[in-house]
C-alpha cells in the first residue's frame, strides 16, 4: 500500500508565495513520475506540473515562471513552490505518483489566493 500525504495549503494574498509539499510511503520501490494537479470549483482537474525521476520537469502554461516543481528521491517527496500567487491559483492541490503502472493520489490541499 502507497500513501500520498501532502502538507496543509492556506490562504495567501494576491502576489504571496506558498511550498506545499507531498511524501510517498509504503512500498515503494522506485518512483517514476510525481506531480501536482489542481481543481477549481466547477472545473476539470488539471496538470500544473510534473518532475521525471531523472528531473525533467513540465508546467502548465498558466504557472510557468512562477511555480517550481522539485522533488528530493531519497526522501520520496515532491515540492511545488508558488510564487507570484493569483486568485485564479485557487484551487484543491492533489499530489501524484506513478509506481511501476499503478498511479497514486494524495488527499488533497486547499489552496486560497484572496485579499
Known amino acids: 500500500q502507497v500513501q500520498l500525504v501532502e502538507s496543509e495549503g492556506g490562504l495567501v494574498q494576491p502576489g504571496g508565495s506558498l511550498r506545499l509539499s507531498c511524501a510517498a510511503s509504503?512500498?515503494?520501490?522506485?518512483?517514476?513520475?510525481m506531480g501536482w494537479y489542481r481543481q477549481a470549483p466547477g472545473k476539470q482537474r488539471e496538470l500544473v506540473a510534473s518532475i521525471t525521476s531523472g528531473g525533467r520537469t513540465t508546467y502548465a502554461d498558466s504557472v510557468k515562471g512562477r511555480f517550481t516543481i522539485s522533488r528530493d528521491n531519497a526522501k520520496n517527496t515532491v515540492y511545488l513552490q508558488m510564487n507570484s500567487l493569483k486568485p485564479e491559483d485557487t484551487a484543491v492541490y492533489f499530489c501524484?505518483?506513478?509506481?511501476?503502472?499503478?498511479?497514486?493520489w494524495g488527499q488533497g490541499t486547499q489552496v486560497t489566493v484572496s485579499e
Open positions: 501524484n505518483a506513478v509506481i511501476r503502472i499503478f498511479e497514486y
Open positions: 509504503g512500498r515503494i520501490f522506485s518512483i517514476n513520475d
